[in-house]
T-cell receptor, first 112, second 114 residues
Framework: GENVEQHPSTLSVQEGDSAVIKCTYSDSASNYFPWYKQELGKRPQLIIDIRSNVGEKKDQRIAVTLNKTAKHFSLHITETQPEDSAVYFCAASKGQGGKLIFGQGTELSVKP | EAGVAQSPRYKIIEKRQSVAFWCNPISGHATLYWYQQILGQGPKLLIQFQNNGVVDDSQLPKDRFSAERLKGVDSTLKIQPAKLEDSAVYLC????????????FGEGSWLTVV
């Protein structure tokens, strides 16, 4: 069935360093890939998304890349700040009406 | 713009008891989702509604879980009887026309089954 694998499960970086989180998906028909940030006890919030007709998308310090051939996509956070500390989830779906499948999450810790 | 509203926020029940969660999506959002998030895991879709029709309920344990969305707006998720492994956060979410449009989550209903 559909599956999304996310790595690493935990990531610790120094403030100012970059962080990279990687996800792979199993269904080649997937065409929508959002990333969510979830702070402790809070709701997941969309931070960036990418569709399969685009290879890369950037929003300030956050960027997402997509490799459809390899069926993987990555989240890049540059110049990390302590407030970036949270759990990040990737997800994949087949677009309109398709089920959104989440990865297992990456707990990012940014140390001052 | 008001967000997705859920209640209750917290619930503690004994196993074999029943519980119901309520969700009010963002106004105008046709698609409503219920996700189960067990501690340390990603959200898992339980059921997806498009207006008041079910689009996907393949991972809903139908022997104990039920959900309805009357009039295509509010929704309730019921668990009866509850098991210890049902302890989780139940997240309601909504979107304009289905996946591919941004999904907005509520704050969640935290369930502890003892």
């Amino acid at each position: 069935g559909e599956n999304v694998e996310q790595h690493p499960s935990t990531l610790s970086v120094q403030e100012g360093d970059s962080a990279v989180i990687k996800c792979t998906y199993s269904d080649s028909a997937s065409n929508y890939f959002p990333w969510y940030k979830q702070e402790l006890g809070k709701r997941p919030q969309l931070i960036i998304d990418i569709r399969s007709n685009v290879g890369e998308k950037k929003d300030q310090r956050i960027a997402v890349t997509l490799n459809k051939t390899a069926k993987h996509f990555s989240l890049h956070i540059t110049e990390t700040q302590p407030e970036d500390s949270a759990v990040y989830f990737c997800a994949a779906s087949k677009g309109q009406g398709g089920k959104l499948i989440f990865g297992q999450g990456t707990e990012l810790s940014v140390k001052p | 713009e008001a967000g997705v509203a859920q209640s209750p926020r917290y619930k503690i029940i004994e196993k074999r008891q029943s519980v119901a969660f309520w969700c009010n999506p963002i106004s105008g959002h046709a698609t409503l989702y219920w996700y189960q998030q067990i501690l340390g895991q990603g959200p898992k879709l339980l059921i997806q509604f498009q207006n008041n029709g079910v689009v996907d309920d393949s991972q809903l344990p139908k022997d104990r879980f039920s959900a309805e969305r009357l009039k295509g707006v509010d929704s309730t998720l019921k668990i009866q009887p509850a098991k210890l492994e049902d302890s989780a956060v139940y997240l309601c979410a909504s979107s304009l026309e289905g996946v591919g449009n941004t999904i907005y989550f509520g704050e969640g209903s935290w369930l502890t089954v003892v």
